[in-house]
C-alpha cells in the first residue's frame, strides 16, 4: 500500500510542477508574443489577455500546492516561539494547521461552487468560465492533500531547535 501512495504522490508531485511550470512559460510566450504583434504589426491577439487570465490563476493554484510540498509558505513561528514549552508549542502549531486546513477545506468548497456556476460563455473564446475557474478548487484540493501529507513533520519539526 505504500508503494501505491508514494507513486500517486509522485504523480501528484509531477503535476504540480507541470501545470505550473507548462502555465508560467505559456503567459510568457503569449505575452511576447502578443507584444511582438501588437507595437510591430498593430494587431495583436484577441484571446490573448482572456487565456494568459486563466493561466496565471492555474500557475498561481498549482505553484501554491507546490509551494506547500517544498516548505516555500511562509509560517507563523513568531508565535509558536514565544514558549519555552516544547509541548505548548507543538500544540499550537497543532491549532494553526488545523485552522489552515479548515480554511483550505473552506476555500475549496467555496471555488467547487464557484467554479461549477461558471456557465457564462468567455468573451473572445465563448467557452464556459467553468473550465477557466476549474484550477481553483483544484489548487485547493492540492494545497489540503499537501498539508495533511507534510501534517505530522509541520506540527513536531520544532525550528526553536534547529537554531
Request: proline content about 2%; hydrophobic content about 50%.
Amino acid at each position: 500500500m505504500s508503494q501505491v501512495f508514494n507513486v500517486i504522490d509522485k504523480v501528484i508531485h509531477n503535476i504540480e510542477d507541470l501545470v505550473s511550470g507548462i502555465s508560467l512559460a505559456a503567459i510568457v510566450a503569449i505575452a511576447a508574443a502578443n507584444t511582438v504583434d501588437r507595437y510591430i504589426f498593430s494587431s495583436g491577439f484577441l484571446w490573448a489577455d482572456e487565456v494568459n487570465q486563466a493561466l496565471l490563476v492555474a500557475m498561481a493554484m498549482f505553484g501554491s500546492a507546490r509551494a506547500v510540498r517544498t516548505g516555500g509558505h511562509i509560517e507563523f513561528t513568531t508565535i509558536t516561539n514565544l514558549t519555552k514549552s516544547y509541548a505548548a508549542r507543538v500544540a499550537i502549531r497543532s491549532v494553526i494547521l488545523a485552522l489552515t486546513i479548515g480554511f483550505m477545506l473552506f476555500l475549496f468548497l467555496i471555488s467547487l461552487q464557484y467554479a461549477s456556476r461558471g456557465t457564462i460563455l468567455s468573451t473572445v473564446l465563448k467557452v464556459p468560465r467553468m473550465y477557466y475557474y476549474l484550477s481553483m478548487p483544484i489548487g485547493f484540493g492540492l494545497c489540503l492533500y499537501e498539508y495533511i501529507r507534510t501534517a505530522k513533520a509541520k506540527v513536531t519539526t520544532d525550528p526553536v531547535q534547529e537554531h
